[in-house]
């Protein structure tokens, strides 16, 4: 996948700010560009953000982390968070795996 074509998805898609790009069993890749604020719900899946472009604050069940390009940033599921400050550039990959409820630890 490119940059190019995942704009292209979000742009085709019906929010505007997440666009799907491939699913393979459990597993969906994505990428999001939120326009002004995030104001996403806890996912079922477990969550992988890889910050593309753009910088911020995410706010991940009550902390505060600094975020830039190529961080990663890993969300169990069910867990609330959000991005709450960032630059109108931001932009990052998006993976979802796993079953309802997120994977297990060993």
Not at 14 to 21: A, H, K, N, R
């Given at each position: 996948m490119t940059p190019d074509k995942a704009l292209a998805a979000v742009?085709?898609?019906?929010?505007?700010?997440?666009?799907?790009?491939l699913e393979h069993g459990s597993m969906e890749l994505g990428y999001y560009r939120p326009a002004g604020a995030d104001d996403q719900e806890p996912?079922?899946?477990?969550?992988?953000?890889?910050?593309?472009?753009?910088?911020?604050?995410?706010?991940l069940d009550g902390?505060?982390?600094?975020f830039?390009?190529?961080d990663?940033?890993?969300v169990r599921a069910?867990?609330?968070?959000?991005f709450v400050?960032?630059?109108?550039?931001?932009a990052a990959w998006v993976v979802f795996w796993g079953p309802p409820g997120g994977e297990r630890p060993a």
């Open positions: 742009a085709a898609s019906d929010d505007g700010q997440y666009g799907s790009l996912h079922t899946q477990d969550e992988l953000y890889i910050v593309h472009t753009g910088s911020g604050v995410f706010l902390e505060y982390i600094d830039a390009p190529g990663a940033l890993f069910g867990v609330e968070h959000r400050d960032f630059t109108d550039d931001f």
